[in-house]
């Protein structure tokens, strides 16, 4: 099915306003949001930043159309990928829409993460061109070692690195020229739902990242849920945007706001996790959809101000990636008793498949978390062994999925994607999302944990086995085995690592080496150099000694 290109000055195809204003859409494609949004609201406020910058609707899509036509000019189009490695920005959001507008997928990384794993990550996409921070260019110029040269770069803001890291090389342009040209652009390109929107890396178990391939389909199977199950939506609301756009909670934010013509609050990293700086925004930006982790809201409750009076909570609150204890959430139900809070589970290859809503009060004898929930329609769920046979109601199993929400792949890694993957008697493709749940016998699933080593901190889905991975490349590293433990902050990661003979013991050096190749919530929370490590009778690591380790006295910080 392919849908064509429309004029921005149109009204989509497809769409008629309901009777509240709001545009009921036949979803294709991302791109209609923005245009119809447009279409239907230009002069309202589309995006804010922490700096108080603003951006309507008409200009955020005159901003989107000439990125796009800028990157079809340099071939990136239908099919191709664009890499995003800037701060969260106003430029941020009009570089998504506009790799979007071009046909292309987009790329984010971490801004705040190490250049070598954001020159690996464009590499394994094969990206046509980078948005890049240009405090960032010369970093990624130098960590780049693929064959061939760096994709083009648009250079967003004004460098503090280096000399020469403002200078574009050839070829190369900067944000400012791509947003002043008014120069016709080529045809868009057919656009199929089936195209591919985006590509989130995540963390790979041999320390390479995986990335999540979601397409169009993928993203409206999301988006449309939330549209028709967590409203209704009002002209006023406004969303906040605290995750990070390289974690799969961004995308209600971006694209659930923008359905709606809404404003989105931009929340940048260096107040991202200040809950007493997050109190003061919500009230002061009127947020009335907050998105974030768990941990963020616990935060939130202790140091965040909200019994202050005079403040307004929002009216819905959602939180995902990670189980939310059940004390901190009754304290939240405690101070904002008129918001609506849902609990959304899923992991990036589906975005969210199941949801709860959290009742209006919370028992005070009730001593652990709430369910993940049920299944969201057009989704399906089963509960399965390891052969993939169903369990019973009550039974102890894996978490499947399948439908329209499902990921197309992991991008260039047919490999992985088949071990991701198992079909049954009926011919349906269901995902292994590897976490063990229960069925209390009405479709409500109860979380239990991992089936592997890969772990949730602060909402990031980290595995463990890339840690190791990043510990192995120091020189002096002879043996290395993480775990992850919990504590009163949620979980924290424990680091062991044996030493060659030659070698000197420096906690400092350690964390230091981790950071060039890991993303700041990836380096251990914790590291202790141990002569050797414990081992099975198979010499390989015995992790449940080294876990009996983490959780006595003796890790060092």
Avoid at 451 to 468: A, F, N, P, S
């Amino acid at each position: 099915m392919i849908f064509p290109y429309w004029p921005p000055s149109s009204p989509a195809p497809g769409t008629e306003p309901d009777a509240q204003g709001a545009t009921n859409m036949i979803h294709s494609h991302l791109s209609q949001l923005l245009e119809a949004a447009a279409a239907r609201r230009p002069d309202h406020r589309a995006v804010e930043d922490e700096r108080d910058g603003v951006l309507t609707y008409a200009g955020l899509l005159r901003g989107a159309d000439r990125l796009a036509a800028r990157l079809a000019r340099w071939g990136a189009g239908r099919g191709d990928r664009v890499g995003l490695w800037v701060p969260k920005g106003l430029e941020a959001v009009t570089a998504i829409h506009g790799v979007l507008r071009s046909g292309a997928a987009y790329v984010p990384v971490d801004p705040t993460g190490p250049a070598a794993r954001a020159a690996a990550i464009f590499a394994a996409a094969g990206v046509k061109a980078v948005v890049v921070a240009a405090a960032l260019a010369e970093s990624l110029r130098q960590a780049w070692t693929a064959p061939g040269p760096l994709p083009r770069l648009i250079l967003v803001g004004d460098a503090d690195g280096p000399p020469g890291a403002t200078a574009a090389a050839a070829g190369d342009a900067s944000w400012a020229d791509v947003m002043a040209d008014d120069a016709t652009a080529p045809l868009p390109p057919e656009r199929d739902a089936d195209d591919l929107a985006y590509i989130l890396f995540t963390s790979g178990s041999t320390g390479v990242p995986k990335g999540v391939m979601l397409s169009h389909r993928n993203a409206f199977t999301f988006v449309d849920w939330c549209l028709g199950t967590l409203g209704p939506w009002g002209d006023d609301d406004r969303f906040s945007s605290h995750a990070p756009f390289h974690f799969d909670l961004s995308i209600f934010d971006l694209f659930v706001c923008c359905a709606n013509a809404a404003t989105l609050v931009l929340i940048g990293e260096s107040e991202a996790r200040e809950p007493a700086l997050l109190g003061e925004k919500i009230d002061a930006r009127r947020i009335s959809v907050w998105y974030s982790a768990p941990s963020i809201l616990a935060l939130l409750t202790e140091h965040g101000g909200l019994d202050r009076p005079g403040r307004t909570p929002p009216r819905l609150v959602l939180f995902a990636g990670e189980v939310f204890p059940i004390a901190p959430l009754r304290k939240l139900r405690r101070l904002w008793p008129a918001a609506n809070l849902w609990n959304l589970y899923g992991p990036t290859e589906t975005n969210v498949c199941t949801a709860l809503a959290i009742p209006a009060t919370i028992p005070d004898d009730r001593d652990e978390p709430y369910p993940i929930g049920t299944v969201c329609p057009p989704l399906s769920a089963r509960v399965v062994d390891e052969e993939g046979r169903d369990l019973p109601a009550g039974t102890l199993g894996e978490l499947v999925i399948a439908g329209p929400g499902v990921m197309r792949g992991y991008f260039g890694r047919p490999d992985l994607t088949a071990l991701a993957f198992f079909e049954d008697a009926a011919g349906g493709r269901w995902y292994r999302t590897g976490d063990l749940v229960i069925d209390d016998g009405t479709g409500c699933f109860r979380f239990h944990g991992r089936r592997d080593r890969m772990v949730k901190k602060r909402g990031y889905r980290i595995e463990l086995g890339e840690i190791e991975s990043a510990l192995y490349r120091h020189d002096g590293v002879d043996r290395a085995a993480v775990v992850a433990k919990a504590d009163d902050a949620g979980l924290s990661i424990a680091a062991f690592v044996a030493l060659k003979p030659a070698a000197k013991k420096s906690i400092i050096a350690m964390k230091r080496h981790c950071t060039t190749y890991l993303p700041h919530y990836m380096v251990p929370d914790s590291i202790t150099f141990l002569s050797s490590l414990p081992a099975t009778s198979t010499d390989k690591v015995d992790y449940q000694r080294l876990k009996t380790l983490a959780e006595g006295e003796g890790a060092a910080r």
